[in-house]
């Protein structure tokens, strides 16, 4: 089942390549300049992203897809909609201050807490709980909008300060339940705790560790959850020697590629992450297109824009360029006629046998998905297939 999963087969480019003609190049650019503008359109007032602008329980500004979308914005130049991003994820938080406080309180006092007290994945425009029964506690996207934020600062220069309130919020709140499980990042499996959401986590608590704004008892103590949290994710990963997709799991999910690129739980190249890559790519990858894990049947198990840019952009730090590049163009390719990238395309579906019912349930598949163009920009600025800014500022 898997192409590219060989050794010999690595760097051969894979079907739909055929980006580097001059007409394919040029689609490859529209493509990214058109991913631009479908984000800014999409982008409220407030700074929020909506996850999906016609698919009704998407109609929502999650912190795991914004803290990918803002980090291609800022890539492709768009400072301002990156920060209008991250001052709506500090307004989200300081908002919830006294309840943040409040839960860390009973924690440090022993209370069990109930997984319906905790924050939210995604929130509506204005900021607020969105009022309908969903899996709301994920706690990834906490630690995803700080890592985003510091890849921000360092890349154009910026102060963290207009956003700190929020960001240490944020900080405090993930380093006081890291070890709690809770759902994926595909909304999943809330009894256990995810490698990918750890990675996530990870990341953010490295990023405001790193902050002179950040006072410096929590900067100490945040770089010590984060070794903790490192020094968890690697013991269990030895069991095995990949990571897993839960701790004491032997499961693959093609999120953990995260893990490396962009979180760096790992380097790219350690022999626990090139292990991991190797078995998404064993698993999970089928004719180019990749896949979340082997038991998906949402919308019939199909296969993922925005892991094919997450893989490429692996590809691309590890000098994959072929792959990496076959990845791209592979994404541009599903694009439809309008230029706009759905969530996952139903091919070499998993099971098949799922896919009318949430047809029926929800509609056609979200498209446009934001953080389907995120990732393709992402990937094409990697390659550099265009070069910021992209789209008028
Ligand atoms: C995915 C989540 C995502 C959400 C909004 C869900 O189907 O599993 O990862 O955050 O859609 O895009």
């Given at each position: 089942m898997p192409v590219g999963s060989r050794p010999e087969q690595r760097s051969r480019p894979e079907q739909g390549s055929q980006g580097a003609s001059p007409a394919g190049a040029g689609r490859l650019l529209a493509l990214a300049h058109r991913s631009v503008q479908i984000i800014r359109a999409n982008q409220?007032?407030?700074g929020a992203y909506l996850a999906?602008?016609?698919f009704p329980v998407y109609r929502y500004s999650w912190l795991r897809d914004g803290a990918f979308i803002a980090d291609a914005m800022s890539r492709a130049g768009q400072i301002a909609s990156a920060e209008a991003f991250f001052a709506w994820c500090s307004r989200v938080l300081s908002a919830r201050e006294a309840r943040i406080d409040a839960l860390i309180a009973r924690q440090q006092a022993g209370e069990a807490i109930d997984a319906a007290e905790f924050l939210h994945a995604r929130y509506t425009l204005d900021g607020e709980e969105s009022g309908e029964e969903w899996t709301d506690f994920q706690l990834d996207g906490y630690g995803a909008w700080l890592w985003a934020l510091d890849a921000h600062r360092r890349r154009h220069g910026r102060p963290v300060e207009p956003f700190l309130a929020g960001a240490v919020l944020s900080a405090r709140y993930i380093a006081a339940f890291w070890d709690h499980p809770s759902y994926d990042w595909w909304e999943e499996h809330p009894d256990h705790r995810h490698t990918s959401t750890l990675a996530a986590l990870y990341g953010g608590l490295v990023a405001a560790a790193?902050?002179?704004?950040?006072p410096a008892n929590l900067r100490a103590e945040l770089a010590d959850v984060a070794a903790e949290i490192r020094r968890t994710v690697v013991a269990d990963a030895e069991r095995l020697g990949r990571l897993p997709k839960w701790l004491g799991g032997d499961a693959v999910d093609a999120s953990l590629v995260a893990a490396a690129t962009p979180f760096r739980l790992l380097a790219p190249e350690d022999p626990l992450m090139t292990a991991t890559v190797r078995a998404v790519e064993d698993e999970l990858v089928d004719d180019g297109g990749v896949h979340r894990y082997a038991d998906d049947t949402y919308y019939g198990g199909g296969e993922w824009l925005l892991l094919g840019g997450l893989l490429g952009w692996y590809d691309a730090e590890v000098g994959r360029t072929d792959d990496a590049r076959a990845r791209l163009a592979w994404i541009a390719e599903r694009?439809?006629?309008?230029g706009e990238l759905p969530e996952q395309v139903p091919e070499h579906l998993l099971a098949p046998e799922r896919l009318a019912e949430w047809e029926r349930r929800w509609g056609p598949v979200a498209t446009p998905l934001l953080w389907s163009h995120a990732m393709y920009l992402t990937l094409s600025l990697e390659l550099g297939v265009v070069n910021a800014p992209v789209g008028s500022r």
């Amino acid at each position: 089942m898997p192409v590219g999963s060989r050794p010999e087969q690595r760097s051969r480019p894979e079907q739909g390549s055929q980006g580097a003609s001059p007409a394919g190049a040029g689609r490859l650019l529209a493509l990214a300049h058109r991913s631009v503008q479908i984000i800014r359109a999409n982008q409220a007032p407030s700074g929020a992203y909506l996850a999906s602008p016609n698919f009704p329980v998407y109609r929502y500004s999650w912190l795991r897809d914004g803290a990918f979308i803002a980090d291609a914005m800022s890539r492709a130049g768009q400072i301002a909609s990156a920060e209008a991003f991250f001052a709506w994820c500090s307004r989200v938080l300081s908002a919830r201050e006294a309840r943040i406080d409040a839960l860390i309180a009973r924690q440090q006092a022993g209370e069990a807490i109930d997984a319906a007290e905790f924050l939210h994945a995604r929130y509506t425009l204005d900021g607020e709980e969105s009022g309908e029964e969903w899996t709301d506690f994920q706690l990834d996207g906490y630690g995803a909008w700080l890592w985003a934020l510091d890849a921000h600062r360092r890349r154009h220069g910026r102060p963290v300060e207009p956003f700190l309130a929020g960001a240490v919020l944020s900080a405090r709140y993930i380093a006081a339940f890291w070890d709690h499980p809770s759902y994926d990042w595909w909304e999943e499996h809330p009894d256990h705790r995810h490698t990918s959401t750890l990675a996530a986590l990870y990341g953010g608590l490295v990023a405001a560790a790193g902050w002179d704004a950040c006072p410096a008892n929590l900067r100490a103590e945040l770089a010590d959850v984060a070794a903790e949290i490192r020094r968890t994710v690697v013991a269990d990963a030895e069991r095995l020697g990949r990571l897993p997709k839960w701790l004491g799991g032997d499961a693959v999910d093609a999120s953990l590629v995260a893990a490396a690129t962009p979180f760096r739980l790992l380097a790219p190249e350690d022999p626990l992450m090139t292990a991991t890559v190797r078995a998404v790519e064993d698993e999970l990858v089928d004719d180019g297109g990749v896949h979340r894990y082997a038991d998906d049947t949402y919308y019939g198990g199909g296969e993922w824009l925005l892991l094919g840019g997450l893989l490429g952009w692996y590809d691309a730090e590890v000098g994959r360029t072929d792959d990496a590049r076959a990845r791209l163009a592979w994404i541009a390719e599903r694009a439809t006629p309008d230029g706009e990238l759905p969530e996952q395309v139903p091919e070499h579906l998993l099971a098949p046998e799922r896919l009318a019912e949430w047809e029926r349930r929800w509609g056609p598949v979200a498209t446009p998905l934001l953080w389907s163009h995120a990732m393709y920009l992402t990937l094409s600025l990697e390659l550099g297939v265009v070069n910021a800014p992209v789209g008028s500022r």
